[in-house]
């Protein structure tokens, strides 16, 4: 796929999502979440943070009562645009937000004392060009850091993953093992400060209408969640049933490299 082609889709999925992007109940939305990811990040009072990727802001929007000014970037109008009202609603003023991919960012070089992205990556042709990215706009001594969910280290079963995450959402490209998201960093000269990890609960049915998945993709990420608690193939999903609900652990992690 190329990458004109693969933005649209981009746009096109994430333009569907963005009205609800936010909403409470929703793991990628929820505030204990993103205290986490901000007391990891550990912001300073005098920081300029650039958020790649941003979608509405929930990174950015965390942060800015935190730091002296943030600006979001994303590819979407549309979460843009709910993310400026979003901001606007809370009342912050240090927020901007601005359209751009992250693969060649509208920022100039050694600008921003922190640059993150969040959930970014594996929706991404070239994850080592929008890091490297990141990596230029950073000053030196910066902190750039990638937090997304992580592939099992099993290339099969990696790969099975991977085929189930983008049955959801068209727009997925692979979410990399927590090696290849090492690698990309290092590759972009960066050196690793600090990897964390951690296993998040999803509701499979609340996870599929995030994305508005239409119903055959549905019924067939059912099936073999389904079928793999019955004893059949893994996903990699580690599918299971609480409270009558089907759902499954995500992996996720932070990842903080130095400039």
Known sequence: MDAARHQETVRREFGKQARHFAEAGLTLSNE??????????????????????????????????????????????????????????????????????AERLPCGDATFDLVATRFSLH????????VGEMARVARPGGVVAVIDLV????????????EVER??????????????????????????SQ????DVEAIVERWLEMTHAPPDARRTIVEALTAELAGGP????????????????????????RR
Do not use: C, K
């Not at 592939?151 to 991977?162: C, E, F, G, V, W």
């Not at 995500?250 to 490299?257: E, N, Y």
């Open 32 to 101: 204990d979440y993103l205290r986490w990811m901000v007391d990891v990040l550990a912001p300073a009072p005098h920081w300029q943070v650039l958020d790649v990727a941003t979608g509405t802001g929930h990174l950015a929007r965390a942060l800015a009562p935190r730091v002296r000014r943030v600006t979001a970037v994303d590819l979407t109008p549309a979460m843009l645009a709910e993310g400026r009202r979003l901001a606007g609603e809370a009342g912050l003023t240090n927020v901007a937000f601005a359209e751009g991919a």
């Open 123 to 130: 929706h991404m042709l070239d994850p080592r060009g929008a």
């Open 167 to 192: 049955r959801r959402d068209p727009s997925h490209m692979r979410a990399l093992t927590l090696a290849e998201l090492t690698a990309t960093l290092e590759a972009a000269g960066l050196t690793i």
């Open 151 to 162: 592939s099992p280290d099993d290339p099969a079963l990696a790969a099975r993953y991977n």
């Open 234 to 257: 893994p996903t990699g999903m580690r599918p299971f049933r609480r409270d009558g609900e089907l759902r499954f652990l995500h992996a996720w992690a932070i990842l903080l490299g």
């Open 195 to 198: 990897t964390l990890t951690r």
